[in-house]
């Protein structure tokens, strides 16, 4: 059985629509002008991929809930997830990911970062130097009990921009970070597990899942199982493509389902609708790209 699809601690609050997902073929094309997309297989990412700090330290929690993932909508029950949450307690100092200005910083009540005003309740976003190709790059921390940086302030890698907390629609104290293209524009958001520099002795698995066409699939059921040395297989995550109305895939990655934060190992990623299975091997700090096709109908 599939694992349940949201965490209570850090959750946003539910969609009011409903749907049901289904393999739709959805576009693969990114934002912006790109290279031909990275290959399968084990990738050399070049930097801002995995080149920002986490916004948060040992002992924080430094990892983003698995049970709402970015992209993910369960099938309509819930908002479609722009970004990460990572729960820790009320008041925990939030860091910046890396050098930048602030742009904002304070409450969304009149101003809208989101798909409605009050939603991220108390936020700050901080323009940073590196570009994905020809965008720019903001990165967004919601639902802060306080905000310690001021806009326009310059702010360093690891500087304290707030406290963690649960305005706007969180259910719990938690982060809701975000990556974004274009400041201002909420459908512009990219994963931020692409982001953030791996865990020591772990690594990223990212995924493309495609129809018998070649065409990028929509609300896929992707099953994560570890394969031991002792040649047994454990189950070990769930998640969906994105959906046909989520986020943009990033740039040269043009994928639809991410696993970050993996021990280093060797894994089957498994499409049961799509009848696709890919063995990957996962690096210490390394990123491997998993492309699962349907096979051609036979004649």
């Not at 084990?42 to 948060?56: I, M, N």
């Not at 940086?149 to 259910?171: D, M």
Request: glycine residues 12%.
């Amino acid at each position: 059985m599939p694992r349940a699809w949201f965490d209570p601690a850090t959750a946003t609050a539910r969609a009011t629509r409903t749907a049901t997902a289904t393999l739709t073929p959805r576009p693969t094309a990114t934002a912006t002008p790109s290279p031909a997309p990275f290959a399968a297989g084990a990738v050399r990412a070049p930097a801002p991929y995995f080149a920002f700090r986490r916004p948060f330290e040992p002992p924080d929690v430094v990892v983003g809930s698995r049970f709402y993932p970015f992209g993910i909508d369960a099938g309509g029950q819930y908002l479609m997830h722009h970004g990460i949450d990572i729960g820790n307690p009320m008041g925990t100092q939030v860091h910046a990911i890396g050098d930048g200005r602030v742009i904002f910083a304070g409450r969304d009540d009149v101003l809208r970062w989101g798909p409605t005003t009050d939603f991220y309740g108390r936020l700050v976003v901080v323009e940073h130097a590196e570009r994905l190709g020809s965008a720019p790059l903001y990165s967004l921390y919601g639902h802060l009990a306080e905000a310690l940086v001021k806009t326009g302030q310059a702010v360093a890698r690891g500087e304290a921009l707030g406290l963690v907390g649960a305005e706007g629609v969180a259910l719990g104290p938690h982060l809701h970070l975000e990556l974004r293209t274009r400041s201002r524009e909420y459908d512009a958001a990219i994963n931020p597990e692409l982001m953030l520099a791996p865990l020591e002795g772990h690594g990223t698995i990212v995924g493309r899942a495609l129809d018998a066409g070649g065409h990028a699939v929509a609300g896929a059921h992707i099953s994560l199982y570890a394969l031991d040395a002792d040649g047994s297989t454990r189950f070990a995550f769930q998640t969906t493509t994105y959906p046909p109305e989520g986020p943009s895939p990033a740039w040269r990655w043009d994928e639809g389902f991410v696993f970050a934060d993996l021990p280093a190992g060797r894994y089957a990623v498994v499409c049961d609708a799509l009848g696709a299975r890919a063995e990957v091997e996962v690096a210490p700090e390394g990123a491997v790209l998993a492309v699962l096709r349907a096979a051609a109908a036979d004649r």
